[in-house]
C-alpha cells in the first residue's frame, strides 16, 4: 500500500501511504532537508476498513488511488498535490484536495474453475491491486492509466477443518479516463458567459475483458508498462 513518488525540486523525495481506514498520507522532503508529513482523508469516517490500495500518477498531473474495501468494493480517487512555494518559509506544508472520481467500479461473477460441486464461485477474493501509469511519450498509444486486480480462489471444500489452498487466478482490468463536460451544441447559440470559467472534468472507466490464469503469488511491472 506504499509507492514513492518522485515530484521534482520542491520535493525531491516523497512517499504516499494509505492506511485501513482510508487516510492518505504525504510523506516529503522539504527544501530544507527536513521531513514533513500531511494527511487527508479519502473516505469520510463511516467504519469502512480497506484491505488493498494502489497509486499512479495522470495526465493531468493528479495522483490516482484505487481503494478496495474489505465488502470488496474497488473504488477510486483523484488528490491534487499541492506543494508550497519555497519562499514560504520552511514552515508551509502542502495541501490535499481529494475528489471521488469513482464510486464502485464494476465487477462480474467469476464462474469456478471446475465444476461448482468441487469449487465455490464465490470463493474469489482479491489479492494484487496495482495501476500500470499512463506513458509519458507524447501521442502514446496507451495513454490512460489500467488499474488491474488479481482475483484468486480458494477451495475450501476439502473437509470443515481445511484451511484450504489457491487453485487458480482472474485478471480484471480497468481503464480510468478524465472526460470534460460539455453542454449541449444548442446552448452554442447562447450569449456567452461574461466570465469564462474552467473546464469541469469527470472520471468514467472502462472494462476490460477479464484474463483466466494458473495460480498467480507475485505480480510486477516492467518498464514498457505490461504486467
Known amino acids: 500500500m506504499v509507492k514513492a ?7 525531491a523525495r516523497a512517499i504516499a501511504l494509505v492506511d ?3 487516510r492518505l498520507s504525504l510523506v516529503y522532503m522539504r527544501p530544507d532537508a527536513c521531513f514533513a508529513k500531511v494527511t487527508t482523508e479519502l473516505v ?6 480497506f484491505t488493498h490500495a494502489a497509486f499512479s500518477s495522470t495526465l493531468e498531473g493528479k495522483l490516482l488511488v484505487a481503494l478496495h474495501s474489505y465488502n470488496a468494493v ?8 499541492g506543494f508550497p512555494d519555497p519562499r514560504q518559509g520552511p514552515d508551509a506544508m502542502a495541501a490535499l484536495s481529494v475528489d471521488l472520481a469513482i464510486s464502485s467500479l464494476p465487477l462480474t461473477s467469476v464462474g469456478g474453475l471446475m465444476d461448482g460441486q468441487a469449487y465455490d464461485p464465490d470463493s474469489y477474493c482479491l489479492t494484487h491491486l496495482g495501476v500500470i501509469p499512463p506513458s509519458e511519450v507524447e501521442k502514446a498509444e496507451h495513454s490512460r492509466p ?3 486486480g488479481i482475483y484468486s ?3 475450501r471444500r476439502v473437509n470443515v477443518t481445511d484451511p484450504g489452498f489457491l487453485i487458480g487466478s482472474v485478471i480484471r482490468r480497468w481503464t480510468i479516463s478524465s472526460v470534460e463536460q460539455t453542454l449541449h451544441e444548442s446552448f452554442e447559440d447562447l450569449d456567452p458567459p461574461s466570465a469564462t470559467t ?3 472534468f469527470t472520471s468514467r472507466s472502462q472494462r476490460l475483458q477479464d484474463k483466466d490464469e494458473q495460480l498467480i503469488t507475485s505480480v510486477s511491472l516492467v518498464d514498457n508498462g505490461q504486467i
Not at 513518488?5 to 520535493?11: I, L, N
Not at 474497488?74 to 498535490?81: E, F, G, P, Q, W
Open 146 to 148: 489500467t488499474l488491474f
Open 44 to 49: 469520510e469516517g463511516n467504519g469502512t476498513l
Open 74 to 81: 474497488l473504488s477510486t480517487y483523484l488528490v491534487r498535490i
Open 5 to 11: 513518488v518522485s515530484h521534482g525540486p520542491r520535493a
Open 198 to 200: 474552467a473546464p469541469i
Open 20 to 22: 485501513r481506514r482510508g
Open 153 to 155: 480462489s480458494v477451495n
